[in-house]
């Protein structure tokens, strides 16, 4: 029969070979699984998961930003926090039940009113400050979290109900990315700083430090960075901390007494999951945030240059049963820096990031933590909203402070009203509401009824960053115009409309950092404007892009309003239930050398020459079999096998065996866009091959580089019969 290879195709009827009982009960218990089973088909979902409804996760936890994250177990419960810098309500307090699928509990606070600049006013702002790196603490019966706020010193927050209210108070000193330690002897201790890292004991009642007990516990030159985490376990105590020095890592340091000496190894290197490191611009952090006019310079990144991106900053957590998780954050390009959360084995005492035989390496998929917990695919936020309840949905927050006597949902039921408020340019606008953008991609669209402006307003849809771009409407004396503006290019585009009623759209793709608006009168039919806008990460904001509800007045004065009637996000690649082929028959392509896989008839796994016959062959196709979470066993369609890996994964060592084994098993790596890498369960480490030498496959790779051209990232294509 002659085949042809379709990618999103339906497979023909194929019958399925009968399960080994003997290869499926070898797989499972190669590793920990839930005290309760999850379920056994993946649930589609509309907002990004990380739960793929079959035992097991995929990294990140949010495709969103949340950075500098913390996490503490109490009882049967995960809490955690992160960064959220000058926007409102900030402090997250999210609560899981499996380190997995985390719901949003509220804030630790509503506003942080700090001065001036926290209002836009007498010409500040607080780009670059506000609150980041927090620390949650849970001791006897009082949630705790610590966080510094630049120039207004450390802050405590305490909660007997992690929901709130929480409460405010000043430390009284200023102890910046500090993590906390209740010690069992009843002293409180934080430690703090980059290079040369200090301990200083709390007062008891947290109203100041203790004098003369801020000390030197690691000097410099001891190969520590910033973003401590500290724990005492088992008498002993272990810091752990990140650096961006020559490029992103995590290490662990341990000592028997608070003061060492300590000794240090690395827990974490090289791990990006294979995204590359993003476009930055580096010329605006320090200075005035850029005004219409103002050059902003861009720079564009190397395939395979780290920088920070490799996991970092974080910490680990126990389960109930003993095993310990870690989690940490990465910079993933423009959408800004997120949660990914890790295996950990303990060896020689020490915390390592990763499984057994890949120390220091994260899987991308894996099983979910053995909580004794059976928890659903549940999504952490709400990010659509029609504007139709008493409050906004919690996943917003407002740039800055707002002044809440110019913004209501009741003044017109069913809309978000904005009225516009004196502002020289976008960044400076306060009152403008902003959600995270999602990664991969995804669409936010908006319907604006710009009726309610006066001569000078301008409001829209934006993409708030810096650089930022929107789209709008202004009002002027002769009526309403649509305006697209870019601040990278200083690029502005007006055209009239026929009315006050706009549907607008911005559609961003964060792998390639590309973004477009578009717009509609009909809400059907919408038209692109201002091409392709190039988005990045800066250090001037610290914060990735967000979407933005804004209105305000060019002219200098108050307005009129805007109404915002709904704001919708889609997410393409937030249904990943059938992105692992189970069942069908598909042909596998390298990314390295664009070559298919190949079952030699020699008996082991290798590349068919280009154009050639093998390459047209049954011995291209490899029928994919469902083993249950997340595992796959590869049967080549030529009857020589399956994919096995034998001794300890060398080149040459992905074998064609007859009969299945539990060494036939592969944990499927989802990259999405059909990219994907097999992660052998006897290595623990990922099939591969030098593109440059002509080797045979091995399964001893450590995982992908951040172009994914090294040999472990594989395409993969359904082939389907000719019709």
């Not at 070979?17 to 797989?27: D, E, F």
Request: glycine content about 10%.
């Amino acid at each position: 029969m002659t085949m042809k290879i379709e990618a999103g195709r339906a497979p023909g009827s194929k019958v399925l070979r009968l399960v080994r009982w003997a290869g499926l009960l070898g797989a499972l218990a190669l590793a920990p699984m839930n005290a309760v089973a999850a379920p056994a088909t993946a649930t589609a979902a509309q907002t990004w998961t990380p739960d793929n409804g079959n035992g097991t996760f995929t990294n990140p936890i949010f495709n969103d930003e949340f950075s500098d994250p913390d996490i503490i177990r109490v009882g049967d419960d995960y809490y955690m926090t992160g960064t959220t810098m000058h926007v409102m309500p900030g402090l997250p307090v999210l609560h899981s039940r499996d380190l997995v699928n985390w719901t949003l509990l509220g804030y630790a606070f509503d506003r942080l009113d700090m001065g001036p600049e926290y209002q836009f006013k007498d010409g500040k702002d607080a780009y670059g400050n506000g609150i980041w790196a927090p620390v949650i603490r849970y001791h006897n019966g009082t949630f705790y979290i610590f966080s510094n706020i630049n120039g207004h010193g450390t802050q405590v927050f305490r909660a007997k109900d992690p929901k709130g209210p929480w409460t405010r108070s000043e430390l009284g000193a200023t102890i910046h990315d500090l993590s906390v330690l209740f010690d069992d002897d009843g002293r409180i201790y934080a430690v703090y700083g980059y290079d040369e890292v200090h301990a200083v004991e709390l007062k008891s009642d947290l109203t100041g430090v203790v004098p003369g007990t801020d000390r030197i516990i690691m000097p410099k030159g001891s190969a520590v960075g910033e973003g401590h985490h500290i724990y005492k376990i088992k008498g002993k105590y272990i810091i752990i901390s990140a650096d961006y020095a020559p490029v992103g890592r995590m290490t662990a340091s341990r000592a028997d007494k608070i003061d060492g000496p300590y000794e240090t190894v690395v827990i974490s290197a090289r791990e990006t999951m294979g995204l590359q490191k993003g476009w930055s611009a580096p010329s605006v952090r320090g200075k005035p945030v850029p005004a219409p006019g103002d050059k902003v310079d861009i720079s564009a990144p190397k395939p395979n240059d780290f920088g920070a991106v490799p996991l970092h900053q974080g910490g680990i957590v126990d389960l109930p049963n003993g095993d310990w998780w870690g989690w940490s954050m990465m910079d993933t390009k423009s959408m800004g820096r997120t949660t990914f959360l890790s295996p950990v084995t303990w060896q020689d005492g020490w915390p390592y990031f990763g499984l057994p035989g890949n120390l220091g390496r994260s899987p991308r998929t894996w099983l979910k933590p053995a909580t004794g917990t059976s928890t659903k695919p549940t999504p952490t936020y709400q990010r659509n909203d029609d504007f139709s309840g008493p409050k906004l949905q919690p996943i917003w927050q407002w740039n800055h402070v707002p002044d809440d006597s110019k913004w209501s949902l009741g003044q017109r039921r069913g809309a978000l009203r904005l009225h516009t408020l004196a502002a020289p340019h976008l960044l400076l606008a306060r009152n403008s509401l902003t959600q995270r953008v999602v990664a991969p991609e995804s669409v936010a669209t908006t319907t604006l009824d710009a009726k309610g402006l006066k001569e000078g307003d301008v409001a829209g849809l934006a993409l708030l960053n810096v650089p930022y771009s929107y789209l709008g409407v202004v009002r002027s004396g002769t009526g309403y115009a649509l305006r697209f503006y870019d601040l990278l290019t200083n690029k502005t585009i007006d055209q009239s409309l026929p009315g006050p009623r706009v549907h607008l759209r911005v559609d961003g793709d964060f792998d390639t950092e590309i973004a477009r608006f578009s717009y509609s009168t009909d809400g059907k039919t919408f038209t692109p404007i201002g091409g392709d806008l190039r988005q990045v990460y800066q250090l001037k904001t610290f914060q990735g892009v967000r979407y933005a509800l804004f209105a305000f007045n060019e002219k200098g004065r108050e307005g009129g309003f805007a109404d915002f009637d709904d704001f919708r996000l889609e997410e393409p690649f937030a249904d990943r239930s059938k992105n692992i082929p189970a069942g069908k028959i598909i042909t596998m392509r390298n990314l390295a050398n664009d070559l298919p896989v190949w079952a030699n008839p020699h008996g082991m796994m290798h590349f068919a020459p280009k154009n050639s016959r093998q390459a047209q062959g049954p011995g291209v196709q490899f029928r994919v079999h469902d083993r249950g979470q997340g595992r796959v066993a590869l049967e080549a369609v030529d009857g020589s096998g399956f994919l096995t890996v034998v001794g300890t994964g060398l080149s040459g060592d992905v074998r064609l065996m007859k009969a299945e084994t539990p060494d036939s098993l592969f944990q499927w790596q989802d990259m999405l866009r059909r990219q994907f890498m097999l992660m052998s369960l006897r290595t623990h480490r990922y099939v591969g091959l030098d593109a440059e030498t002509g080797e045979p496959y091995g399964a001893d790779w450590p995982g992908a580089r951040p172009d994914r051209k090294d040999g472990t990232v594989l395409v993969w294509d359904e082939v389907v019969p000719a019709r």
